[in-house]
């Protein structure tokens, strides 16, 4: 997903027993309104920035470089501009920024609050958006939504891993990303609604509807129970002990209970988590989550999932067309994370993640070649085989990156690292991911207009480091039960192995037959 925190158990953990009780669909619900959030953010801003009405109010400068061809501006560039950056950017700065608070409201004062002040902060957010008169107002909404963001991604995860009976974790785990690739596929929709509405009042609407999910979210919130770790976690053993009654809806509880109180009880003793996450022993984990988050932003997705419609004007393409396009491209990324659901435990991580780097690496190649030879500073005319070329090849890329990078991104770390450090290894993997997610927000539209089509080689070269990465440094984890991770993955690996060999210092010792329970604190 696109947020972390879960907990995936895969296999070998303790299995208890468990019912799919309605506070467990109602959980999943909650997955479904945190992640259709956070995607709808994602693709509706590509979408309103192509919109002239809306260009016209805030961003004047760029609608007279889109509109007037006698203003002798490069294709590339007529996007090029910072605020209109800082527009998709901020939130994700936001959202950083807030993961920090976030980590300790969820530890402190539970999920289900900090759920709760997500979904607050995502309604002001909304508001402000849809009534924006001035850029300030457009910028501080999407601050509100990022901080929403920052709270929705820590706590959402936590509690669905929490709430849910081991045998359906792992599967809520690409859920939320699907229902992710599902909030930017509306976003899309939407953008190709609302831009036909007279006026100049659909990008209102486009920025309005965000409220939708943000409501259920809020109420959700309301409804639910607090997950039984983090009552149990803050003392209330009483409560956790009733509230694990009703979710499992069965009265045998005791034996998960009697594991939850022991592994709140050892998180405890893990007196600096971050630290421990820097230990020499835990490096193979830490290396591969930074790496892997900060590699999923440079394959370049979010230069589609924010900007296509953008993308897709600049190199030709007509208002309608632009934004028709990226409803396709945002359908292929639903239905190919579909995919990676059916293959991840079928064909495994790796096959599947080396197999995308050669097919997003050529459809990137295919891209700038036909753009260096048919877009120029000055002409775009790409004509109509040439540009349905290039919305297939952004569709074969998307579809690559959808049923590898984009969910084994989040499922690698969330089963790789071990308990001491989980929690804490999560909070750095959202942390990373938000950064590099700012940063191609940020700076695409400006390389865009530097790099020309040679942007497209610019990420196909990252998508290269990155599988030669794959290669040699990511080892399969496909069934293999989290807690035997160290021996049965680490220790067999011609590099890893010299890490968790000679060095076992940890400053908690004890080891727990949990499956990924009682951790969540950060
Ligand atoms: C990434 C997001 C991206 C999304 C696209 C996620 O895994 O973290 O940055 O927008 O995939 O589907």
Redesign the pocket.
Known sequence: ??GGGFVSSSAGGTEFEAKITPIVIMSCIMAATGGLMF?YD?GVSGGVTSMPAFLEKFFPVVARKTQDPTLNNSNYCKYDNQGLQLFTSSLYLAGLTATFFASYTTRTLGRRPTMLIAGLFFIAGVVLNAAAQDLAMLIVGRILLGCGVGFANQAVPLFLSEIAPTRIRGALNILF?LN??IG?LFANLINYGTAKIKGGWGWRLSLGLAGVPAVLLTVGALLVSETPNSLIERGRLDEGKAVLRKIRGTDKIEPEFLELVEASRIAKEVKHPFRNLLKRKNRPPLVISIALQIF??CTG??AI??YAPVLFNTVGFGSDASLYSAVITGAV?VLS?VVSIYSVDRLGRRKLLLEAGVQMLLSQVVIAVVLGIKVTDHSDDLGKGFAVLVVIMVCTFVSA??WS???L??LIPSETFPLETRSAGQSVTVCV?LLF?FVIAQAFLSMLCHFKFGIFLFFSGWVAVMSVFVFFLVPETKNVPIEEMTEKVWAQHWLWKRFVEEDSDVEMEGRVGVNGKGNGSN
């Open positions: 997903m696109a995607g994602v990303q992710v690739t930017i999923q932003q997705i979010n999932m924010f990324n994370t990156f959808a990078w984009g969910p991104g989040w991911n997610t």
